[in-house]
């Protein structure tokens, strides 16, 4: 692979790049721009260049542009974008004289890319066995504590009852955290699909060599912000699903373990402050 330098040896073409578009364009306000996203880039604004940029192709569809957008977003991290945009400037310019530098970093983000889906799996099923971890250890204790003798001391039945309430509230307050986790990634699963139909859009056009119209221009604004929607959703789910899951869980055996004390507790007497029981269900 081509060794290249650092990010702006490799990254941003300048204003003077800019190559002849449809007469109609704006290339004053593409100009301009293209200078505030250039000066954004250098100091590692990265987000706000990615913008300026952008609407600067809106205006003056150069080329090169759609080469900087791509930087962009390999600078952010969003290497599935990056891939895009910069397969898209090769589209534009099939002999590009950078045409060797931009394959290695097209080849650089779907490497990135592939490791980042990679250590989202792993992430996703080192959190699944640890939760199944949690639930067994939590049947576990439940079990053992069935089964084996204990001693129960004389029960205070308002302190059991109020054990008991706060367990059937855990429950429910976990049942609903982790039906919210499962909205939002439904929801977010919506998002990441209408970020597919609006790249593919974007291909389409790009392909056919159309004009950048308002409508195409909607449909990069709509992309780019439900891939964001859809990062968030997918992470706040899977949080809220696992946190709920294991609340649930947790209310679940204190509701359980005071009910079944209560449910000896009149078999308690004055004179005998303890019983022992043995329980084996």
Known sequence: MRRFGGPLSAAVALVAGLVAPPAQADKTTARRLTEQATLAYKLGHFQEALEDFSMAYGEFSAPLLLFNIGQCYREIGNY??????????????????????VEDLIAECETKLAAQQAELKRRQEEEKEQLA????????????GEQDAVEVPAIDRVALQGQERGGRTKLAVGLGVAAAGIVALGVGAYFSVRTNSDANTLNTLTAQGGQWSDSAKNS?????????????????????LIAGGIVSVLGWQQ????RKALSVAGLATPANGHLALAWNF
């Open 255 to 258: 509701n359980t373990s005071a």
């Open 80 to 101: 599935e974008r990056a891939s895009f945009f910069l397969r898209g400037y090769l589209r534009e310019v099939p002999k590009a004289r950078n045409r060797a530098l």
């Open 133 to 144: 971890i949690k639930l067994a250890q939590a049947v576990a204790e439940q079990q053992s």
């Open 220 to 240: 990069y604004r709509d992309g780019s912000r439900s891939v964001i929607a859809a990062d968030v959703l997918y992470a706040a789910g899977a949080a809220a």
